[in-house]
């Protein structure tokens, strides 16, 4: 097993040999995609430090301090003198570096609190969890709210790592506090319940070589990894993280093997990537028709909102687009009136009717979300009106047909299978290029928005491509 020297919580999900290679490459840059990632997590940072308080407020009682670490020992000081706020703490823990946005000063203790862009809560009336507003901290009291905790891996290990590193200087509350998408709250519940995972996760040895995941495709280290795998022909190439777990158990580690051992689909998809074909038919190739057909795509900023929804119609493109979310309830309601009239003029007519999009949870999501979230206002729709939407058969969903009628080694993103279906894209933006994107559209940019209204259509219309391909029996 490598020997590691200081390691940060974030090396404990998802790739484990990323830290042997921070050490062994340690100049190799971020990718694009990482540090666009690191852009996102400084802003959120700067709102949520321009709500932290910085004296008390009228009524209020006590000593008030805010002061900034930065180093471990700095931290160490700043909790010897009480400090009632201490911004960027830094902790040691083991092995572990543990870096702290805040530690808030609690009658026993101090509770570390981190930002993170997840969402971390949701509303869930019945449901409690405790809270105090960003603006308070250090100041006020922690609340009971209507909220229902959404735990991320990552923010729990973080949390407990923290507490630990906190119980060696006899400062350990036993609790966490989490800011995320809402910046205005801070959400707080013990660290117990993510000990298990915690210890769990900290006894899973760090490897000796590496396995492809998930995150390898963004990954600064991922040129210097797949010779590696390339070389030893390892099936993770083939089937990422915990996908090739139950065929290792049984000996097979390399592409090789799964193609030798002739284990029906497995070993077909093996086959496939060795000779680089895209996609394998599992039998005759079909999609429903309608008369009247029209193609969505949906794009959301994280969990915040759906901020615009792309709609095809006789090769017409029509964009319903909300950049700052304030216009969302009325541009979905936009958006709605126009689906709802194009199925209701089809039905009227004695037509079917078909809207398709690519993989449905994410539109699914957001209608059930607007209609939850702005119910009441004019022209958004009741939730059972969506639900009876998305369980017609008017509403169909390519992905899901892709999936059912065919292999893909390379996987079955609408970005692999549209080329395939002779579709050419007229850029290169992704799900991850369009958060940043969004923001510069959000600013105002007029060129970042058109690259969004284009990448929706481009989703659109290679959704159209796809499904008639499919028809062709291609």
């Known amino acids: 097993?490598?020997?590691?020297?200081?390691?940060?919580?974030?090396?404990?999900?998802?790739?484990?040999?990323?830290?042997?290679?921070?050490?062994?490459?340690?100049?190799?840059?971020?990718?694009?995609?990482?540090?666009?990632?690191?852009?996102?997590?400084?802003?959120?940072?700067?709102?949520?430090?321009?709500?932290?308080?910085?004296?008390?407020?009228?009524?209020?009682?006590?000593?008030?301090?805010?002061?900034?670490?930065?180093?471990?020992?700095?931290?160490?000081?700043?909790?010897?003198?009480?400090?009632?706020?201490?911004?960027?703490?830094?902790?040691?823990?083991?092995?572990?570096?543990?870096?702290?946005?805040?530690?808030?000063?609690?009658?026993?203790?101090?509770?570390?609190?981190?930002?993170?862009?997840?969402?971390?809560?949701?509303?869930?009336?019945?449901?409690?969890?405790?809270?105090?507003?960003?603006?308070?901290?250090?100041?006020?009291?922690?609340?009971?709210?209507?909220?229902?905790?959404?735990?991320?891996?990552?923010?729990?290990?973080?949390?407990?790592?923290?507490?630990?590193?906190?119980?060696?200087?006899?400062?350990?509350?036993?609790?966490?506090?989490?800011?995320?998408?809402?910046?205005?709250?801070?959400?707080?519940?013990?660290?117990?319940?993510?000990?298990?995972?915690?210890?769990?996760?900290?006894?899973?040895?760090?490897?000796?070589?590496?396995?492809?995941?998930?995150?390898?495709?963004?990954?600064?280290?991922?040129?210097?990894?797949?010779?590696?795998?390339?070389?030893?022909?390892?099936?993770?190439?083939?089937?990422?993280?915990?996908?090739?777990?139950?065929?290792?158990?049984?000996?097979?580690?390399?592409?090789?093997?799964?193609?030798?051992?002739?284990?029906?689909?497995?070993?077909?998809?093996?086959?496939?990537?060795?000779?680089?074909?895209?996609?394998?038919?599992?039998?005759p190739l079909s999609a429903p028709r309608r008369d009247i057909e029209i193609d969505i795509d949906m794009e959301a900023y994280l969990d915040q909102g759906a901020y615009l929804w792309g709609l095809l119609s006789d090769d017409t493109y029509r964009a319903f687009a909300s950049w700052d979310l304030a216009g969302e309830a009325e541009n979905f309601a936009t958006f709605w009136a126009e689906l709802s009239r194009l199925r209701e003029a089809a039905h009227a007519a004695g037509k079917t009717f078909g809207a398709y999009c690519y993989s449905a949870h994410g539109e699914n999501h957001w209608m059930l979300q607007s209609a939850r979230r702005f119910g009441g206002l004019p022209g958004i729709p009741r939730e059972e009106q969506v639900r009876e939407f998305i369980g017609s058969e008017d509403w169909i969903d390519v992905f899901a047909l892709v999936k059912a009628q065919l292999l893909g080694p390379f996987g079955l993103g609408l970005k692999v299978v549209a080329p395939e279906a002779g579709y050419s894209y007229s850029g290169d933006v992704d799900g991850e290029k369009s958060v940043n994107i969004y923001l510069e559209a959000r600013g105002g940019s007029e060129a970042a928005r058109a690259e969004l209204l284009a990448y929706n259509e481009d989703d659109c219309r290679a959704n159209r491509a796809v499904r008639h391909w499919l028809r062709g029996g291609s």
Request: with cysteine; aromatic share 6%.
């Open 1 to 283: 097993m490598a020997e590691l020297k200081v390691v940060k919580a974030r090396d404990l999900v998802g790739c484990r040999y990323r830290v042997v290679q921070h050490e062994r490459f340690p100049d190799v840059p971020p990718t694009p995609a990482s540090l666009a990632r690191h852009e996102r997590y400084e802003a959120a940072r700067a709102v949520v430090m321009a709500l932290l308080p910085d004296r008390r407020a009228l009524g209020d009682r006590g000593a008030f301090s805010r002061v900034t670490a930065g180093t471990y020992l700095a931290t160490l000081e700043a909790m010897a003198a009480e400090a009632t706020l201490i911004i960027d703490a830094v902790l040691e823990w083991d092995v572990f570096e543990v870096d702290v946005d805040i530690l808030v000063r609690m009658p026993d203790g101090y509770l570390p609190v981190i930002v993170s862009n997840h969402r971390v809560a949701r509303p869930a009336p019945g449901k409690t969890v405790r809270a105090i507003a960003t603006s308070r901290l250090g100041l006020g009291q922690m609340l009971d709210v209507p909220y229902r905790m959404r735990r991320h891996s990552i923010d729990s290990y973080h949390l407990a790592l923290a507490n630990r590193a906190l119980a060696l200087v006899g400062q350990e509350t036993g609790l966490g506090g989490v800011i995320g998408q809402d910046r205005s709250r801070c959400f707080i519940e013990p660290v117990a319940v993510f000990n298990q995972a915690l210890t769990a996760a900290l006894a899973v040895p760090v490897p000796d070589a590496p396995r492809r995941v998930k995150e390898c495709d963004s990954c600064r280290f991922w040129t210097h990894c797949a010779p590696v795998l390339e070389a030893a022909d390892d099936l993770s190439l083939l089937l990422p993280g915990e996908r090739s777990t139950p065929y290792r158990e049984r000996g097979i580690n390399t592409i090789a093997q799964l193609i030798d051992a002739d284990l029906g689909e497995a070993s077909i998809l093996a086959k496939a990537y060795r000779a680089g074909t895209v996609l394998v038919p599992r039998g």
